[in-house]
Structure formats: structure tokens, C-alpha cells
Antibody, heavy 122, light 111 residues
Framework: EVRLVESGGGLVKPGGSLRLSCAAS????????MNWIRQAPGKGLEWVSS????????YYADSVKGRFTVSRDNAKNSLYLQMHSLRAEDTAVYYC???????????????WGRGTLVTVSS | DVVVTQSPLSLSVRPGEPASISCKSS???????????LDWYLQKPGQSPQLLIY???NRASGVPDRFSGSGSGTDFTLKISRVEAEDVGVYYC?????????FGGGTKVEI
């Protein structure tokens, strides 16, 4: 069974930093690109970042570029999101999601974690 | 960035009745491999989103056949042939071809 379990969320002051983790199990982690997607309270879904299998290709939404860094540790089957210079508008549930497309074209989020809540507030 | 527009914003349906959601993209989602890179997701109350339809018309594993996706180019539709109580939630389409991936604003389906 595919499982994605996020952790590391919490309350942080504006300008602060936080590191999210996602522990993956039930599939061959090195085969799939991985993603972070967020959802502000009561709002829709926003793709945040993607990292390819060997971390060769990394992409960010413009809203987080320069502040967030995605990484993965294939030996630990884990995905990370280091967040700096956090703003109130970064407040959201952050989901880890697997890209079910094995290849270079498109993305398909076929498995999602339950999410971890990040609250940026003074 | 590609703009993705969903309609309606909300939908109230009686059990057993059909439902239809529209999704329009500002750019074609047809790739040279012949597939349309448009996905549909359902977020049930209190849950994470789940994949319903991929490549415009393919049901994800375990998705009942009352769900169907269609469309081409920039216009796509999700149809539920006979809505059941378990289908309530927010439906999102997403353009899956271009980076950044953009989700539609969502359609809330209520019974």
C-alpha cells in the first residue's frame, strides 16, 4: 500500500523558517518524481514544487521561488521542503504527492498524503 | 501561466440525477503524443484530494464507472451519470501538461 506521511508543520512567525518532511512507503521511491501541493484554509489547490527522481529537475511556483527549497533523500525514501522567509500567505495545509507519470511529459498526482498544516502568524 | 476556469462554482444534485462540470484551459492541453493532459480530482470533506480522471478520459484505479471525462483542446467536462451521496465534495480539474500545474478553482457538489 502506498503511504505518504507529512510532518514538520506548525506555527511560525512571519520571516521564520520551517522544514517539512514526507516519508514514503509502499512503492519504489526512486521511480517517481515527487511534489508539494498546498491548500490555504478554505481555498483551492496550489502546486508548489516538483523534484525528479534523481533531483536533476526541480521546479517551483513563482510564489515560492527563492524562498523554498525542495529536496529528496532516496536512501531514506523521504521528501523535504525547506521554507524560509515565510509570509502570512504561505499559511496552508501542505500535501506531499507522488507523480504517477514515469517520464518527462506532464504530471499526475496519483497518491497524496494527509497533509501538514503550516500557520504563519505573529 | 495557463489559466484554468471551472464552472459552475457549486452544484446541488438529487441522488440518482446526473451532474456535469466544465473546465476550460487558456492553452491547448493536447500534446504530440495524442493525449490531452487534463486531470480531475475530488476532495471529499475532511480528506486529501484523490485522482479521479487522468488524460481527460481515463478513470483512475477504483473510480466507479458513473464518472466519465471528455473533451479536447481547451474544453473538458466531467460527468457523473447518477450522483450518489458519497460523491459530495469539491471537484478540481488540473492542467497537467505545462509547468506550473494549475488547478481550477473547484466545484462544490452537494446533495
Amino acid at each position: 500500500e502506498v503511504r505518504l506521511v507529512e510532518s514538520g508543520g506548525g506555527l511560525v512567525k512571519p520571516g521564520g523558517s520551517l522544514r517539512l518532511s514526507c516519508a514514503a512507503s509502499g512503492f519504489t521511491f526512486t521511480t517517481y518524481s515527487m511534489n508539494w501541493i498546498r491548500q490555504a484554509p478554505g481555498k483551492g489547490l496550489e502546486w508548489v514544487s516538483s523534484v525528479s527522481t534523481s533531483s536533476d529537475y526541480i521546479y517551483y511556483a513563482d510564489s515560492v521561488k527563492g524562498r523554498f527549497t525542495v529536496s529528496r533523500d532516496n536512501a531514506k525514501n523521504s521528501l523535504y521542503l525547506q521554507m524560509h522567509s515565510l509570509r502570512a500567505e504561505d499559511t496552508a495545509v501542505y500535501y506531499c504527492a507522488r507523480d504517477g507519470i514515469v517520464g518527462n511529459i506532464g504530471r499526475r498526482f496519483d497518491y497524496w498524503g494527509r497533509g501538514t498544516l503550516v500557520t504563519v502568524s505573529s | 501561466d495557463v489559466v484554468v476556469t471551472q464552472s459552475p462554482l457549486s452544484l446541488s444534485v438529487r441522488p440518482g440525477e446526473p451532474a456535469s462540470i466544465s473546465c476550460k484551459s487558456s492553452q491547448s492541453l493536447l500534446f504530440s503524443d495524442g493525449y490531452h493532459y487534463l486531470d480531475w480530482y475530488l476532495q471529499k470533506p475532511g480528506q486529501s484530494p484523490q485522482l479521479l480522471i487522468y488524460l481527460a478520459s481515463n478513470r483512475a484505479s477504483g473510480v466507479p464507472d458513473r464518472f466519465s471525462g471528455s473533451g479536447s483542446g481547451t474544453d473538458f467536462t466531467l460527468k457523473i451519470s447518477r450522483v450518489e451521496a458519497e460523491d459530495v465534495g469539491v471537484y478540481y480539474c488540473m492542467q497537467a501538461l505545462h509547468t506550473p500545474n494549475i488547478f481550477g478553482g473547484g466545484t462544490k457538489v452537494e446533495i
